[in-house]
């Protein structure tokens, strides 16, 4: 169980280094009118696959790659289209085959969603969760020092 006092705050723009901005589309809206919990969901992953490529190596290890094991979201606020909606991302833990990661959702300065995600290191030959690398290990254990814009 992880204490939640010591969790990285996903609402504070200034949480996240790594940012990945979606175009809200027309069709992500639901019949109130606001982006439903699908797009949200797709918002994230845009976020999550942009954070994690950064760092796997792949030309160095093609055959690694990761998978979602779990993922959690939070709606705090409604939003609409058109705009675009910033997803900031964060590694906020790296395990042994595993890692976490958290994101926040912008509409303008307003965190409308946020989510956390453990996604599992696995060798896509063998079919199985593997250790990773120890360069890439440590490229995530620095990924918040060093954020790409």
């Avoid at 809206?29 to 792949?58: C, K, S």
């Avoid at 790296?94 to 958290?102: E, H, I, L, N």
Wanted: glycine share 8%; with cysteine; net charge negative.
């Amino acid at each position: 169980m992880t204490d939640d006092s010591l969790r990285t705050d996903l609402t504070d723009r200034a949480s996240f280094g790594h940012w990945t901005g979606v175009t809200i589309r027309f069709s992500d809206e639901d019949n109130l009118g606001h982006v439903n919990n699908v797009a949200i969901a797709a918002y994230v992953e845009a976020g999550r696959t942009m954070l994690i490529h950064r760092f796997l190596l792949r030309e160095k290890y093609p055959d690694l790659n990761y998978v979602l094991v779990h993922v959690e979201i939070d709606y705090l606020a409604e939003f609409r289209y058109p705009g675009i909606v910033d997803v900031g991302a964060r590694v906020e833990r790296v395990g042994t085959k595993s890692f976490a990661t958290g994101y926040g959702l912008f509409s303008g300065e307003k965190c409308v969603a946020t989510a956390r995600s453990v996604n599992v290191f696995f060798d896509m030959v063998k079919r199985s969760s593997v250790a990773p690398p120890g360069d890439v290990r440590a490229l995530l254990e620095s990924a918040n020092d060093a954020a790409v814009s």
